[in-house]
């Protein structure tokens, strides 16, 4: 069974930093690229940060760019983003994702449960 579990949400003060990771299992993810979404109150799931499948690209939402860093353990199947200066807008459920536009449709998005940040001004 596929899962990705993420960790490391939580309550912090504005400026504040956390760390969430993901921890994708139940198959491989190698040509998978793996990243960050959120979701706001009220609001759609949106794009936060990826690490390409090959090479270590990463791509970043313009609202964290210079305050978010994505990285990737591509052994250990992890993702993490290191979220600095954090501010009251960043506050949402943040959610690990895994995606292979290749991929059969039924396998071509995977996501983790989220993990909420609460960001207090």
């Known amino acids: 069974q596929v899962q990705l579990v993420e960790s490391g949400g939580g309550l912090v003060q504005t400026g504040g930093s956390l760390r969430l990771s993901c921890v994708a299992s139940g198959r491989s993810f190698s040509t998978y690229d793996m990243g960050w979404f959120r979701r706001a109150p009220g609001e759609d799931r949106k794009f936060v940060a990826a690490?390409?499948?090959?090479?270590?690209?990463?791509y970043y939402a313009d609202s964290v760019k210079g305050r978010f860093t994505v990285s990737r353990d591509y052994a250990k199947n992890t993702v993490h983003l290191q979220m600095n200066n954090l501010k009251p807008e960043d506050a949402a459920v943040y959610y690990c994702?895994?995606?292979?536009?290749?991929?059969?449709?039924?396998?071509?998005?995977?996501w983790g449960q989220g993990t909420q940040v609460t960001v207090s001004s």
């Open positions: 690490v390409a499948w090959s090479g270590g690209n990463t």
């Open positions: 994702n895994a995606r292979d536009d290749t991929a059969p449709l039924n396998e071509r998005d995977y």
